[in-house]
């Protein structure tokens, strides 16, 4: 079996009486786009310093590309970090920019060092831009000149922390798909830190969602959002509907649930382990649950009224009460020019329903 390119083994970090890493353990592979996901104060900047070699593990080990990266300082490992203010020296140049970490690489000459600059400017089709200065330039090129300079010096891992943070929605959606065409082109592995649940699945190979220092999932962006582990990931990730069941019985590899919420019985796909009696939760995401005015044909379908709405244009979302819940839902809307573009409207009466397949079922 290949050795995996980054193993973290079972690493915790303490600050005196507070652990802010506790017992991670974790592989990356080669030219893996892997991110950290979770919320301020989960441990994911302290687990990203650790690789860089900011900061010592209290416990465990790191291994890069099979080597020990204990006592490694942060000069000597082949590992270059992105920091989220991009850290760009305003009074120099985009191209000094991007060639001031090969001022003291040793073995290349000064011709070699202004092709290696001008390689990574094209890279980043930053080229016309080279004599520009910082405050010349947009945030979206800054943010390039900051991933020119780290990939200048041909690291074997590029640690980006919150590296789409200070770009608006558009145009952070757009350099998203830059560093997803850079990272393919170089082939360097890359872990990102993020907070933000949409760049992650649009970035990542897999994800590991962390909290309170832990790692509570480790999967692709597929997997976290369709087979979440706990209630913590399935209401980290996207949005959800919750609602408290017990397990009745299964059937055909399905569960039958009571589900007060809902005021009735519910199928959902079935889920190794669970017994009846147990209380567990279902949870359903919005875009799975078909709204309708006719009653459809179902078997698992619920009546109630929408009590209000948001129009995003293509779609809309419904926030509709049940017996014993709200619930949201959304709805793709019709086509310019129809009659009726919404489904729906306030106080409305409405069906919705949703296939068990679609129903998750957490027992944690």
Same mark, same amino acid.
């Not at 942060?74 to 920019?97: D, G, K, L």
């Not at 509907?241 to 009745?248: D, G, I, K, P, R």
């Not at 310019?336 to 296939?355: H, I, K, P, Q, S």
């Given at each position: 079996? &290949?050795?995996?390119?980054?193993?973290? &083994?079972?690493?915790?970090?303490?600050?005196?009486?507070?652990?802010?890493? +506790?017992?991670?353990?974790?592989?990356?592979?080669?030219? @893996?786009?892997?991110?950290l !996901?979770?919320?301020?104060?989960?441990?994911?900047?302290?687990?990203?310093?650790?690789?860089?070699?900011?900061?010592?593990?209290?416990?465990?080990r790191?291994?890069?590309?099979?080597?020990?990266?204990?006592?490694?300082?942060?000069?000597?490992?082949?590992v270059?970090?992105?920091?989220q203010?991009?850290?760009?020296?305003?009074?120099?140049?985009?191209?000094?920019?991007?060639?001031?970490?090969? $001022? #003291?690489?040793?073995?290349?000459?000064?011709?070699?060092?202004?092709?290696? =600059?001008?390689?990574? !400017?094209?890279?980043?089709?930053l080229?016309?831009f080279?004599?520009?200065?910082? #405050?010349?330039?947009?945030?979206?090129?800054?943010? +390039?000149?900051a991933?020119?300079?780290?990939?200048a010096?041909?690291p074997?891992?590029?640690?980006?922390? &919150?590296?789409?943070?200070?770009?608006?929605? $558009?145009? /952070?959606?757009h350099?998203?798909? @830059?560093?997803?065409?850079?990272?393919?082109?170089?082939?360097v592995?890359?872990?990102?830190?993020?907070?933000?649940?949409?760049?992650?699945?649009?970035?990542?190979? +897999?994800?590991? =969602?962390?909290? $309170?220092?832990?790692? $509570?999932?480790?999967?692709?962006?597929?997997?976290?959002?369709?087979?979440?582990?706990?209630?913590? =990931?399935?209401g980290?990730?996207?949005? =959800?509907?919750?609602?408290?069941?017990?397990?009745l019985?299964?059937?055909?590899?399905?569960?039958?649930?009571?589900?007060?919420?809902?005021?009735?019985?519910?199928?959902?796909?079935?889920?190794?382990?669970?017994?009846?009696?147990?209380?567990?939760? !279902?949870?359903?995401?919005?875009?799975?649950l078909?709204?309708?005015?006719?009653?459809p044909?179902?078997?698992?379908?619920?009546?109630?009224?929408?009590?209000?709405?948001?129009?995003?244009?293509?779609?809309?979302?419904y926030?509709?009460?049940?017996?014993?819940?709200?619930?949201?839902? #959304?709805?793709?809307?019709? /086509? /310019?020019?129809?009659?009726?573009?919404?489904?729906a409207?306030?106080?409305?009466a409405?069906?919705?329903?949703?296939?068990?397949?679609s129903?998750?079922?957490?027992?944690?």
């Amino acid at each position: 079996m &290949e050795e995996p390119f980054l193993r973290i &083994e079972g690493v915790s970090k303490d600050f005196g009486s507070f652990q802010a890493v +506790r017992n991670v353990s974790l592989t990356v592979g080669k030219g @893996e786009i892997f991110s950290l !996901l979770g919320g301020s104060g989960c441990g994911k900047t302290t687990l990203l310093r650790m690789l860089a070699g900011f900061e010592e593990p209290t416990a465990g080990r790191i291994f890069l590309d099979g080597r020990d990266m204990a006592g490694v300082p942060p000069w000597e490992r082949p590992v270059h970090m992105m920091f989220q203010s991009y850290a760009i020296f305003p009074h120099m140049t985009v191209e000094a920019n991007v060639g001031y970490g090969l $001022k #003291h690489e040793k073995g290349l000459t000064k011709a070699q060092k202004a092709a290696r =600059v001008a390689e990574m !400017l094209e890279l980043v089709q930053l080229t016309p831009f080279a004599h520009r200065k910082p #405050h010349q330039i947009s945030g979206g090129q800054r943010q +390039r000149v900051a991933l020119a300079r780290a990939l200048a010096r041909q690291p074997k891992l590029l640690l980006l922390d &919150e590296p789409l943070a200070a770009l608006d929605k $558009k145009l /952070r959606e757009h350099t998203q798909f @830059e560093l997803m065409s850079i990272q393919e082109r170089t082939g360097v592995t890359f872990i990102v830190v993020t907070h933000d649940q949409e760049e992650a699945m649009t970035l990542s190979d +897999r994800i590991a =969602v962390m909290d $309170k220092g832990e790692v $509570k999932q480790v999967g692709s962006p597929t997997e976290i959002y369709e087979f979440p582990h706990s209630r913590f =990931v399935a209401g980290f990730i996207g949005s =959800v509907n919750s609602f408290e069941a017990t397990v009745l019985s299964r059937e055909d590899r399905a569960l039958r649930l009571s589900v007060p919420g809902l005021g009735g019985e519910v199928l959902a796909r079935d889920v190794p382990g669970v017994v009846a009696g147990q209380s567990v939760t !279902l949870a359903v995401r919005p875009e799975k649950l078909a709204l309708s005015k006719d009653r459809p044909q179902s078997p698992n379908v619920f009546q109630g009224h929408v009590k209000d709405l948001a129009y995003f244009g293509k779609d809309s979302l419904y926030r509709v009460t049940l017996p014993g819940a709200l619930v949201q839902a #959304h709805a793709v809307n019709a /086509r /310019r020019g129809d009659e009726g573009a919404r489904v729906a409207d306030w106080n409305d009466a409405v069906w919705l329903a949703f296939d068990p397949a679609s129903a998750i079922v957490l027992a944690d």
